[in-house]
Every structure is written in C-alpha cells, then in structure tokens.
C-alpha cells in the first residue's frame, strides 16, 4: 500500500487544519489507518487511528476532544481534522496504514507509511 499526505502547512495557536492521506495499491489488505506525529529530537508519537472496516477510532489522550480521524473508503482516503491546534503541534505528520491488529498506538503495527506532512503551529 502506498500513502500520501497533504494538507500541512502553517498556523497559528488556536487554529485548525485538515490532513489527507490516499492510499493506493494493494487497499483491500488494509486492516487499520492511523497518524503519528514526529517533533524534531522526538520519537514518533501516535496520534490517532481508525480500523479500515468497521470505523472504530482511537485517539492518544494529547489530542482527544480537539482532532477527529475519519475515513472514506470510496476514495481511499483518511482524514485527520486538526482543532485547536497548540505550539506543541508543530511536528511532522505521518500517515500509516496496517493490515494486521496489536495496539493501534504501536508503530511496528503498521506496515506502510507516508512521506509525511509539516505543520507548524506559531504563538
């Protein structure tokens, strides 16, 4: 499966931005969809994700009630709607794609993954 995101960028603290990620190839496979987060000196961070068929989601407790992950299957694409966004937003954001289960928070759980997207988040 291959992913690519857009709609990174830059805003300022309070703000909001909606990130894309299209998956191509092999989608049929997929089991599970989520974001990470990667802040310069940081290790990847989960975000949030969404199982592929039955639209359950989870979210880190950072971002719950404030970013929304959806997804459309017709179009392959998954979506991360960022509110609220804070200066400790400001990292790069990846997509990822699964096919198997285990722990959505769990990188080594994903078997695909996208180039990323930057945002940065201004005060």
Known sequence: VQLVESGGGSVQAGG???LSCVASGSTFSLYRMGWFRQ???KEREFVAAIRWS???RVYADSVKGRFTISRDKAKNT??????????EGTS?????????????AGPLNYTSWGQGTQVTVSS
């Open 16 to 18: 909001s931005l909606r």
């Open 39 to 41: 802040a310069p000196g």
């Open 54 to 56: 039955s639209d359950n």
């Open 78 to 87: 998954v979506y991360l709607q960022m509110n609220g966004l804070g200066p």
């Open 92 to 104: 790069v954001y990846y997509c990822a794609g699964g096919e198997y289960g285990g722990p959505a």
